[in-house]
Each structure stands twice: as structure tokens, then as C-alpha cells.
């Protein structure tokens, strides 16, 4: 019964965004479980509460088309069941919440816990992370109500975008970014996504310069390598030139090199990066890529695993007060074009771009571009300061630095 009045309830826009972060699918039972994933995509889409005689089409025509006869016309009963479920007062509401919350935390453990017992390699930092994220969800304290006077509200915007792009055509158009945001960044292999993210960290005047720390999580290639790229993009010099002159090149790092970490982060999962930036407090992060982290819990398809890692890294940025900077890989239809949308990101339709507070699909035409460095920076999602559109710039690629 609980679980069916759960359902009824996030049929409502503002209680589903109040607490989506605190239940997952594989809390519920059977046919509702993929009911409540149905629910989760229409809310993802619409901004309109769900009606509850809108769920049947939902889940059988628009998300689910090729279910058969008899499971439509299971879903049907059980539709027709929550019609029939009365929608429970708000303290109960609350009290339902934390009957599902709390089991969904006691199975999550059991399975760690029976992994550990089977063989895995105990790492309890994943299964604290599970009970501090339970403790903040289901804590009624919730921020208090800004009553700022209209200087304080322009101060808190103004350090919202603390760290200035050093990209002119980003900080001309766009600013910066600061704690608390999600910005995504992406294109097709051998674009230049990792030189871009590294041309904001490292290059000159970028966030490492402006006195940001930076703790990026590589698991797309060897942190080495990408301490290598940045060293070059710091120092306007090769490999090969800093081999010859290594002093040269060491009296320049010298300047940033406090302020930049970066850690090789195959086996790591969103909690271990969440009791990382606990532990830290790094000013951004960033994760190439962030669709290779793994995330707590079992998924039977990869969306919804995709859309927890999502939902779990904006939950990062906010909790630790940390501008996220996001890495991940353009879909097929985005090769060799200079204009992309964030539709076009590899599995863009699993709730990515819904988290994000900034997408920048990065395009490239290699039939009409030579010399393999123009590039169009395609804003296509900005909730920091609203503007769209594609400025160009140039990237120098032996030295992994984006330029005008």
C-alpha cells in the first residue's frame, strides 16, 4: 500500500524535486519500480505535475512501446489500483518517505556488505558515504529563506561565477563558473576535450592561475599524461622543449603547481569522489570521463545507471560547495560538425543535460579545417548568465592550450 501512495505522490512536480535524490527504482517492487522510472523520465521531459489517468499512456505508449499485450494490460490493473489509493497528508507523506528511504538504505548496505563478506575489496567509505547522503536527505532542516538585501544578492551572484574563463570568447560571453555549478563539456574522439578542460585549469590566467584548487579524476588516460598537458599548457612549451630545458620549465610550474592535483581514477565511484571532496574542499573538480565512474547501487540498464551518476555529481558540486566541470563524449551524429546541441551527447537522452548548469559541445569540421584547430564552442545550456550561441576559437594542440 506505502508503496503505491509513494507513487501517487510524485505524480506532483515540487514533491518529486524535493526528494528524487533520496529513493531509487530498485526500492520498489515489480511492475511499480519501472512505473516509478516511468515517472522519473515524464518528470525529466514535462515540467507539469503527472496526472494520474496520464501514467497508463505514459508508460505504454510513450516510454515503453513495445511492451506486449498482457504486461499493458497488467499495468493497466496496477493503474487503476493508484487511482484508487487516496494521497496521504503531508506528515504521513513524511513518514512513508522514510520508510522507503530507510529500507532502500538497508538493502543498499546488505549488498555491499554481503560483497565485502563474498571476497570484494572492503571499502567502507562507500558504505559511510551511503549513510551520511541518507542522514542530509532525510534531514527536515531545510536552507533558510534569503532575505539578502539587493548588494548581498548581487555579491552571492557575482561569486557564483568566481572563477573567470581565460578562453576570451567563454569570458566574454559567459564569465565564469563557481561552487555549486555542473558544467558538462563535450565532443567526438580526438576533438580536444581533455586539452580544453586542462586550457581552463592550466593555461595561463586560468583557475589554477587564479588561485582555485583543482583536483581532477582521469580515468580516460594516464594522470601522467595529463600532468604532462598541462605542464605544456602552463609553460607555452612541448615536451620535447621542457626536456631541453627543464629549469625554464620548472621556475613556471612552480606558480600553479600547488593549486592542480590530479589522480587516476579507473576503479573509483561517485562516493569515493564525494568522500574525497569531503575531505579536501577542492574549489573544482573535474572528471574525464564522467560517464566511466562507477555508482553505487545495481542497474538493469545503463540510462538509469547514467542518470544516477548524473544526479549524484550535482549533488557533489552543491553538498561540497565545488564548481564540477564534466566530461563525456559526443554521439556518432555529431562527427565532423561544427555546430552540436546537447542532444547530441553519447546517451543524451538518460537526464544529463537536466542536471547541468552549462553545456559546451565542442565542434570541429575536419573536411574544411585543414590544420585541425579551429573550433566552435556550442553553448547550448546556460543557466549562469542565459547567453547561447557558438563563438570560435583556436586550439594549439602541441601544447593542449584553446586560444582565440
Avoid at 493497466?76 to 512513508?96: C, F, G, N, R, T
Avoid at 529500507?103 to 555491499?112: G, P, T
Avoid at 575536419?366 to 549562469?384: F, V
Amino acid at each position: 500500500m506505502i508503496e503505491k501512495q509513494m507513487i501517487r505522490l510524485m505524480l506532483n512536480k515540487k514533491f518529486y524535486t524535493q526528494y528524487k535524490g533520496t529513493l531509487s527504482p530498485t526500492v520498489f517492487a515489480g511492475d511499480i519500480s519501472s512505473l516509478y522510472e516511468t515517472i522519473q523520465k515524464a518528470h525529466e521531459k514535462y515540467d507539469e505535475d503527472i496526472k494520474v489517468d496520464e501514467l497508463y499512456s505514459l508508460h505504454t505508449t510513450i516510454f515503453n512501446p513495445a511492451l506486449t499485450r498482457a504486461a499493458k494490460e497488467k499495468f493497466s490493473e496496477l493503474v487503476e489500483d493508484i487511482k484508487e489509493v487516496q494521497e496521504p497528508s503531508k506528515e504521513i507523506a513524511k513518514d512513508i518517505m522514510r520508510i522507503l528511504s530507510d529500507r532502500d538504505l538497508a538493502q543498499r548496505i546488505a549488498v555491499e556488505s554481503t560483497e565485502i563478506f563474498n571476497g570484494k575489496d572492503a571499502n567502507f567509505n562507500e558504505i559511510v558515504s551511503m549513510i551520511e547522503k541518507h542522514k542530509q536527505n532525510i534531514n527536515e532542516e531545510k536552507t533558510p529563506a534569503i532575505t539578502h538585501d539587493i548588494n548581498d544578492v548581487l555579491t552571492s551572484l557575482a561569486t557564483t561565477s568566481r572563477w573567470k574563463f581565460n578562453i576570451p570568447v567563454l569570458r566574454e560571453n559567459v564569465g565564469g563558473i563557481g561552487g555549486g555549478n555542473l558544467m558538462i563539456a563535450f565532443a567526438r574522439p580526438e576533438t580536444g576535450k581533455t586539452a580544453f578542460w586542462v586550457s581552463l585549469c592550466a593555461g595561463p590566467d586560468g583557475f589554477a592561475d587564479q588561485g582555485a584548487k583543482i583536483h581532477a579524476f582521469i580515468n580516460e588516460e594516464p594522470a601522467v599524461r595529463t600532468q604532462m598537458r598541462a605542464i605544456s599548457c602552463y609553460t607555452g612549451m612541448t615536451r620535447e622543449q621542457v626536456i631541453g630545458d627543464l629549469d625554464t620549465a620548472q621556475s613556471h610550474w612552480d606558480n600553479i603547481k600547488d593549486n592542480i592535483f590530479m589522480f587516476d581514477t579507473v576503479d573509483w565511484s561517485m562516493d569515493d569522489i564525494d568522500a574525497h571532496c569531503e575531505k579536501h574542499k577542492p574549489d573544482i573538480v573535474v572528471i574525464d570521463q564522467l560517464d566511466k565512474i562507477n555508482v553505487t547501487g545495481t542497474y538493469a540498464r545503463t540510462d538509469e545507471k547514467l542518470r544516477q551518476i548524473y544526479t549524484s555529481v550535482r549533488e557533489i558540486a552543491k553538498r561540497r560547495d565545488c564548481a564540477v566541470i564534466a566530461i563525456s563524449q559526443a554521439s556518432a551524429d555529431a562527427h565532423n560538425r561544427n555546430s552540436i546541441s546537447f542532444d547530441q551527447m553519447e546517451n543524451s537522452k538518460t537526464g544529463k543535460a537536466a542536471e547541468a548548469d552549462l553545456i559546451i559541445g565542442i565542434g570541429r569540421n575536419a573536411n574544411s579545417d585543414l590544420e585541425n584547430k579551429i573550433r566552435t564552442l556550442c553553448i547550448s545550456k546556460n543557466k549562469i548568465n542565459g547567453y547561447h550561441g557558438e563563438p570560435v576559437c583556436t586550439i594549439r594542440r602541441s601544447i593542449s592550450r584553446y586560444e582565440v
